[in-house]
């Protein structure tokens, strides 16, 4: 089983809708959570980090539930430059191996 | 501040042959990652080396090796190459072990194995 599994998509939203990405990872012992954006062809760049207590940045928000090993990702008003891969990342307690999942396609449509 | 810079871009290579990678990390981060990014796929770790160790290996067969070396930059070795081992090969830095979440990658360096 994957640590890490995510609905790789695609999503294609019109402009100015807001759209739900979803994660979920099977090691409780998961401690640290995040989205990472990739645009098409370019390295992957850190977005955000994912707190228990819900964590906001404009027009994205993540949350974490921990009692359902469930991580999301909600994007409002969507933008065309919007429009990348978003990889759900999880770190063990045990340290240093960053956990990526599949990745979900985004594309923001005019 | 210089970000983390890979080596080479692009290549190609036939079964059975071996590569080396590169990676200069960013300026003051000493712990360098190496992922395997296939089509469609996330990254996948390979191994972490922190100041010229090795510090965590992923699910990946010996054949796969790595270096670090003093100014921290490091090398990724790939012997007895697959067909399967086309990808993308992601070098990420960071600041110590610290978790903090963030990776620095470079571009990548792009195998094709025929």
């Known amino acids: 089983r994957k640590e890490v599994e995510q609905d790789p998509g695609p999503f294609n939203v019109p402009e100015g809708a807001t759209v739900a990405f979803n994660c979920t990872y099977s090691n409780s012992a998961s401690q640290s959570f995040f989205w990472y954006r990739q645009d098409c062809r370019k390295e992957p760049k850190l977005l955000m980090s994912?707190?228990?207590s819900g964590n906001e940045d404009g027009r994205f928000t993540a949350q974490l539930n921990r009692a359902s090993q469930y991580i999301s990702l909600l994007i409002r008003d969507s933008k065309l430059s919007d429009s990348a891969t978003y990889l759900c990342?999880?770190?063990?307690?045990?340290?240093?191996?960053?956990?990526f999942g599949t990745g979900t396609s985004l594309t923001v449509i005019p | 501040e210089t970000g983390v810079t890979q080596s080479p871009t692009h290549l190609i290579k036939t079964r059975g042959q071996q590569v080396t990678l590169r990676c200069s990390s960013q300026s003051g981060h000493n712990t360098v990652s190496w992922y395997q990014q296939a089509l469609g796929q996330g990254p996948q770790f390979i191994f972490q080396?922190?100041?010229?160790?090795?510090?965590g290996r992923g699910n990946f067969p010996p054949r796969f090796s790595g270096l670090q070396f003093p100014n921290y930059s490091s090398e990724l070795n790939v012997n007895a190459l697959e067909l399967d081992d086309s990808a993308l090969y992601l070098c990420a830095s960071s600041l110590s072990l610290a978790n903090t979440g963030e990776l620095f990658f470079g571009e990548g360096s792009r195998l094709t194995v025929l």
């Open positions: 990342v999880v770190i063990l307690n045990t340290g240093n191996q960053f956990y």
């Open positions: 994912v707190y228990s």
């Open positions: 080396y922190y100041r010229e160790e090795e510090n």
